[in-house]
């Protein structure tokens, strides 16, 4: 209280004194009452600090709170301070701050003294790296199983284990004796009287007054035996059996002691049961479930088949049969197993939920839902109906209905995993990352031993960015499955992303040679398709390393097997990217993997949709896609990617994506800018490409997509000719709008249908300069194109069958004045079949018919096509092929029919028209060590259509041989190293035109050796030595340009920095270093756009670039 002097009246001043006193005091009592309530409320907030969550309770758990024991249920949030105790059979699982992991057994009390409070930079239950962690617990009794990546001390009156990253169990017998088991890390087991480091599979025990001592740990499982937990597979069986002398009493019993964990306990039972009755099939099918939930599978698969070899009659059997097989990545005998379960008793819910589960991870969905809704009407309330329900409402893209399924499974069930992934999965898709990644968590709490669940944990924290602990689940999910793919792939992606491409290749390979020699692009959760870890790039890592030959031979083994994979078609468009002679393949997989996605975040890059752009290819290094940097999981947010180049010679260049993802529509617009003053007079050129692109799911099933994309394009004259010739007055552009409509309908997982509809507009002035005199043209052309195809997949061999209609109209003015028009049409079917022989053979049998009509010539015409790739070995392929096509016209160089043929390329950039004959042989080889390499051989012979305008019509005769050998080296996980050998040999058979100007015969021979490091601090280099010879003959008769041949050496460096938490790439290269003067022809003028982008320019050119994720 304040007093204000000036205005108190003078006769009462004196006796305001002692008011003012008696005031100042109750002031100062008032202040330290308040001083104190703040106090106390901060150290009652301190005390309140939540500890953990309670997230299984089994039986009896009860928590010391106001100075009581109360009971506590799942989901209760625990504090420090508080003591939780369990009783007779009963079993707790608790999450501690920090991500610590505790499981009580039964008869077991521990006492939360001491641990750090998570805070808001921490995910809800992670740590912040780099700060001092106090944890404590105290063990008071029982038996405690805990996992840890933090600091922690245990206690126990005997000793205390001390440990960081580590996973141990702990008990506290009679005469509070302690004894210590170490599964993995270090703990040091410690008390005044001595001290012992207890590593992995070793004990120690300790006892009052005495040092502790250190043994063997025999068999780590059987010391957590009671911390694992046994789903309710046999459900439940009538009633209660109550005669000791059946069997079926001592199966009941075996049952209820693993569901109390009571594991020796249950063994003893399923004995007794044996005696009494040896052709019992439950007792086996029950083994056969202990073995798979201890990650003992081929046990587990074995005691399936006993079960069923016993009683062929047996529902449980059959159930259990299942599981292994699955366990084993049998599908389909996994599910033919499931069937004979519920045939042989449909009320079995296990069974049902087991085929279910089966039916929809194998894309069966509709058939999935059937069943799920008979295991629905059967058992409303069990737990693993409801996961099923909840992961086919989250198919559905109905996450809050998925969520509600879940949580029902959680409530019914604290002690299955399953529902908190599922929980954890449907709220990444609304981008609750903590509150997702503690659902992960608590899966891997509640099933340790799932190295699935371990995997999607690991990508979790990839998620948030958190690199330590996502190593760290990754490689225990290696541990716990080695023959599963699904962390090797993700590990893959999380080393690249850290500039590791060396390690994440080794992670690649080994997916691969897990998965059957086949590429890895998913997860193997059944009940997960993993969409977003299916769009990330794993080109990437390969082109970082210069590895693309390899990248582009597994990716079409892929589709050999699946052509309805998008991943594949992904992965393949990615690996063609900055190959010059590819462009039309590279945009013709994208467009294929546009049409076969899902809804996804994956940005669209305009300047992948493109071809012709003219711009100097790009070293891997610097070969940036923006799906490097994509979320691994379905979340709906809106992502922003930017890239950027600047360099000499007036070049300078950006490109923009805005990507996103909300609920069933996905988004992604795109703006790419890039300009050059060129290496010499009028070879400048500018581009500016937009792209809108929308897709929607209509039902599972059904998906359309729109997209418009615009170009305008300024350019000058820009092939490289042998005599270094240059057309000073020739200039091009382009204006052109680009509407798409595709759909993709699956009405079951063989057949697939895909549909695409182009629409385009398109104005090309041209202009050029001759006897002093200027010449303006204007052409334009407005057409439409039209595909369907449909694609079925067998269990040993595909189908791929379509049709495709082009039609447009071309005009050709001068000053206004048309001076001719034309109607273009070409219509096509083919129809390709893989099939899958003996002895790991592919055989490609396929065949397409063209019908080309234009104003000077029409075509019709029967390609016969055969391929053959053979797997000698698991390190030796051999393919072969044989195959006509007819180049078609393409409105935007996109098409969906296939592009290749055992691997080698059928679309190259041959003049509209073009008939050609193609020929080739390859052999690819893997050595130990990782090293790559291969020899290719591609012999074509084309009829190529000329003239019709100012001359007489006909087609030019042209052969080309085309012939490359690799060898790509991965040195360690910081080097690497590739050397190529290419030629290609041209030689003119027929033809008056060409001959005029352009070589009758020309022979290239090019050998690059690239030297790479990478650094795992983020910095990177490369080094690159490219020799070219060239040999160049003319027709002297009509050419006067001299023959000769060129030879050159080019020397190209590279730096850059890969910048933390996948922000994003900086780099600095340096083409033709020495700034090299040559002749050199290049290969335009047998195309129909006649440019190519520039393997090689005669000038030094030195281009910075930058890619930023936001």
């Not at 069986?237 to 059946?246: F, H, I, T, Y």
């Not at 794993?538 to 892929?558: D, H, P, W």
């Not at 999981?633 to 950006?654: I, K, M, P």
């Not at 938490?1061 to 335009?1084: C, K, M, P």
């Amino acid at each position: 209280m304040w007093i204000d002097r000036k205005r108190a009246l003078p006769v009462a001043e004196r006796q305001g004194q002692g008011s003012d006193l008696l005031l100042g005091v109750w002031a100062g009592f008032a202040g330290f009452l308040l001083l104190m309530a703040l106090l106390l409320s901060s150290v009652c907030a301190i005390a309140a600090e939540p500890a953990g969550l309670l997230v299984s309770a089994q039986g009896t758990v009860e928590v010391w709170r106001d100075r009581r024991w109360q009971p506590v249920q799942a989901g209760d949030a625990l504090a420090v301070g508080e003591m939780v105790r369990t009783g007779e059979d009963s079993r707790a699982a608790i999450l501690l701050s920090r991500g610590i992991q505790l499981k009580l057994a039964p008869n077991s009390q521990v006492e939360l003294k001491s641990l750090q409070p998570s805070d808001s930079s921490d995910s809800g239950v992670l740590s912040t790296i780099g700060q001092t962690v106090q944890n404590l617990l105290r063990l008071l009794r029982g038996e405690a199983w805990v996992r840890s990546d933090q600091s922690l001390e245990m206690q126990t009156l005997s000793a205390t284990a001390t440990i960081r990253g580590t996973e141990f169990d702990l008990v506290v017998g009679p005469g509070n004796d302690a004894r210590l088991m170490v599964l993995s890390g270090l703990v040091e087991f410690h008390n005044p009287q001595g001290s012992v480091q207890v590593a992995a599979n070793e004990q120690a025990t300790a006892q009052l007054g005495q040092a502790p001592r250190k043994t063997v740990l025999l068999n780590p499982i059987d010391a957590v035996q009671w911390s694992l937990y046994y789903p309710n597979l046999m459900g439940e069986e009538g009633k209660p059996a109550r005669d000791p002398q059946s069997s079926r009493y001592w199966t009941q019993a075996a049952q209820t002691a693993l569901l109390q964990g009571q594991i020796p306990q249950a063994q003893q039972d399923l004995e007794r049961a044996l005696a009494l009755n040896p052709r019992d099939a439950v007792v086996y099918s029950l083994r056969s479930d202990i073995a798979l939930v201890q990650n003992r599978k081929t046990e587990a698969l074995m005691a399936a088949e006993q079960a069923v070899a016993v009683d062929p009659a047996s529902s449980a059997g059959y159930l259990s049969l299942s599981l292994a097989r699955q366990a084993e990545f049998d599908l389909d005998g996994a599910l033919t197993a499931a069937r004979q379960a519920t045939e042989r008793d449909p009320g079995n819910v296990r069974a049902l939920v087991q085929e279910g589960s089966l039916l929809f991870g194998m894309g069966q969905l509709k058939a999935a839902i059937k069943v799920a809704k008979q295991a629905q009407r059967q058992a409303p309330d069990d737990a693993m109906v409801n996961t099923l329900w909840g992961f086919l409402e989250l198919a559905h893209m109905r996450t809050d209905q998925a969520q509600v399924a879940f949580r029902a499974a959680v409530a019914q069930d604290s002690t299955l995993g399953l529902p908190h992934l599922g929980l954890g999965l449907s709220l990444f898709r609304q981008n609750r990352t903590e509150a997702a990644l503690l659902e992960l968590r608590q899966a891997a709490l509640l099933e340790p031993l799932v190295s699935l669940y371990n995997s999607y944990l690991g990508k979790g924290f990839y998620e948030v960015k958190d690199d330590r602990r996502a190593k760290k689940y990754l490689e225990l999910a290696k541990q716990l499955d080695p023959r599963d793919p699904t962390p090797w792939l993700y590990d893959a992606i999380r080393l690249q992303s850290i500039n590791q491409p060396g390690e994440a290749l080794d992670n690649v390979q080994r997916s691969i040679d897990l998965n059957d020699n086949r590429a890895v692009y998913r997860s193997k959760l059944l009940l997960d398709d993993d969409l977003a870890t299916r769009e990330a790039s794993q080109a990437g890592i390969y082109a970082n390393l210069g590895f693309e030959q390899v990248a582009q031979e597994e990716a079409t083994q892929s589709l050999s097997y699946d052509p309805t994979n998008y991943s594949a078609h992904r992965f393949l468009s990615d690996s063609y990217a900055g190959r010059p002679d590819y462009e039309i393949a590279q945009v013709s997989e994208l467009l294929q993997a546009q049409l076969l996605q899902p809804v996804n975040i994956n940005p669209l890059q305009p300047s992948l949709l493109a071809t012709n752009l003219n711009i100097l290819a790009r070293t891997g290094l610097t070969q940036m896609a923006f799906n490097e940097y994509m979320s691994l999981f379905e979340r709906d947010q809106t992502q922003l990617y930017a890239s950027g180049v600047g360099g000499n010679n007036g070049t300078w260049g950006d490109e923009v994506v805005v990507s996103g993802l909300s609920g069933p529509f996905s988004y992604s617009l795109g703006q790419f800018h890039y300009q050059t003053d060129g290496f010499r007079p009028n070879s400048d050129f500018q581009h500016d490409l937009y792209d809108v692109f929308v897709q929607a799911v209509v039902t599972p099933e059904l998906n359309v997509q729109v997209e418009y994309r615009h170009r305008e394009t300024d350019e000058g004259y820009l092939p490289l000719n042998f005599d270094g010739g240059s057309r000073s007055g020739w200039r091009d552009s382009l204006n052109q709008d680009v509407g798409r409509i595709g759909v993709r309908y699956s009405p079951s997982l063989q057949n697939t249908l895909i549909a695409s509809v182009i629409y385009a507009d398109r104005d090309y002035p041209f202009s050029f300069a001759s006897s002093g005199k200027r010449f303006d043209f204007l052409n334009q052309t407005n057409g439409w194109q039209s595909e369907l195809q449909w694609l079925y997949k067998g269990d040993a061999f595909n189908v791929i069958t379509g049709i495709g209609s082009y039609h447009d109209e071309y005009s050709l003015l001068y000053h206004q004045d048309e001076l001719s028009a034309s109607p273009t049409d070409h219509d096509n079917v083919y129809s390709y079949a893989n099939i899958q022989l003996a002895g790991g053979v592919i055989g490609t049998l396929g065949g397409s018919y063209d019908a080309y009509d234009s104003q000077y010539f029409s075509l019709n015409q029967f390609n016969p096509k055969i391929g053959l790739r053979w797997d000698i070995t698991d390190y030796l392929t051999l393919r072969t092929a044989a195959y006509q096509v007819v180049k078609r016209d393409l409105l935007v160089n996109q098409t969906i029919e296939p592009t290749q043929i055992a691997g080698f390329n059928q679309l190259f950039d041959d003049i509209n028209g073009t008939s050609s004959d193609n020929y080739g042989i390859a052999l690819d080889v893997r050595f130990a060590g990782n090293v790559f390499a291969g020899l290719e051989w591609l012999s074509r012979d084309l009829k190529m259509p000329f003239g019709g305008g100012s001359g007489p019509f006909e087609f030019e005769r042209y052969q080309v041989g085309l012939s490359r050998a690799y060898f790509n080296w991965l040195i360690d996980r910081n080097w690497s190293a590739t050397l190529e050998y290419l030629y290609e040999d041209l030689d003119m058979q027929e033809g008056q035109y060409l001959r005029t100007t352009y070589p009758t015969r020309l022979d290239t021979r090019i050998v690059p050796l690239n030297i790479r490091y990478f650094n795992p601090g983020g910095f990177f280099a490369g080094v690159g030595v490219t020799y070219v010879y060239q040999d160049a003959n003319f027709d002297a008769t009509v050419n006067p340009r001299p023959s000769g041949n060129s030879d050159f050496v080019l020397l190209d460096a590279t730096i850059g920095y890969r910048l933390p938490n996948r922000w994003g790439v900086i780099a600095l290269e340096g083409r033709n270093l020495t700034n090299e003067h040559f002749q050199y022809q290049d290969y335009s003028f047998i195309t129909a756009s006649d440019t190519l982008d520039p393997l090689f320019l005669p000038d030094r050119t030195i281009l910075g670039r930058f890619i930023i994720n936001f």
